[in-house]
């Protein structure tokens, strides 16, 4: 018997113009016109008998049952690629050892320390990824994960690998090596700061005893690896 399923390009449309809520951005993203990705959902749409968005002008807005087949149909297709990647390399993820960290330590930390671990075991595929904020021990896929924190997480075990230093980074363009900073100086210098940890600069100025009162302001930064790289451009 044949299965009852849309076409993969219609599933490919909804899933993009949901995910971004906006026709133009799903055309863009799969390299389609925006005539072609509403075609595509009207036939969907046709075919499962029920409407999947509202339309209020330009505004989209995913109906009761468009939502809840966003969710299935994204869960489905992540795992369609993971099986298909999993097909062209010739191996499950599963057999895999999944680490996660964050950026900054997985790009300049991470790389060296587990070249002994690959060469010891070559037979072990190793996958190094994001460990997303909110990681929960009970559904995660990790095995291990490099984390900061006080080592209280929940359905894991920890082991301390090292403590956390706190420093100010520059480059010697913007302040020559070996200059003592007063407190008045501070502000005279741009801020670049970490938004994965919007309190680092108070924190520096409470443990190096700088009596500064004014505000903390500068460009923003998605986390450390982007801010280290804007620093040594300063």
Do not use: C
């Not at 298909?84 to 330590?105: F, K, N, Q, Y």
């Not at 320390?113 to 559904?139: M, Q």
């Not at 006080?150 to 100010?168: D, H, K």
Request: hydrophobic share 45%; proline share 5%; charged share 20%.
């Amino acid at each position: 018997m044949r299965r009852y399923l849309p076409s993969l390009s219609a599933l490919h449309a909804f899933e993009a113009a949901a995910r971004f809520m906006n026709f133009t951005k799903a055309a863009e993203d799969l390299g389609l016109t925006q005539s072609g990705i509403s075609r595509q959902i009207h036939n969907l749409e046709k075919f499962l008998g029920v409407p999947l968005f509202h339309r209020s002008g330009p505004r989209l807005v995913l109906t009761e049952v468009g939502a809840n087949y966003y969710r299935e149909l994204a869960r489905t297709l992540d795992k369609l690629q993971e099986i298909t990647i999993d097909a062209v390399r010739g191996r499950s993820v599963d057999s895999s050892l999944m680490i996660g960290t964050h950026p900054t330590l997985g790009a300049r930390w991470l790389p060296r320390r587990i070249e002994t671990f690959i060469h010891a075991h070559p037979d072990i595929p190793v996958e190094v990824t994001l460990a997303p904020a909110d990681l929960n021990f009970e559904t995660t896929r990790l095995d291990v994960a490099i984390l900061r924190g006080v080592g209280t997480w929940l359905n894991a075990r920890s082991v301390e690998l090292f403590a956390e230093e706190i420093a100010v980074v520059t480059s010697s363009k913007l302040i020559p090596l070996g200059t003592r900073l007063e407190n008045k100086d501070f502000a005279g210098f741009p801020l670049l700061q970490n938004a994965s940890r919007p309190s680092i600069w108070l924190h520096w100025l409470r443990l190096s005893g700088l009596n500064y009162q004014g505000r903390i302001q500068g460009t923003r930064f998605a986390h450390t690896e982007m801010l280290i790289n804007a620093a040594l451009q300063a």
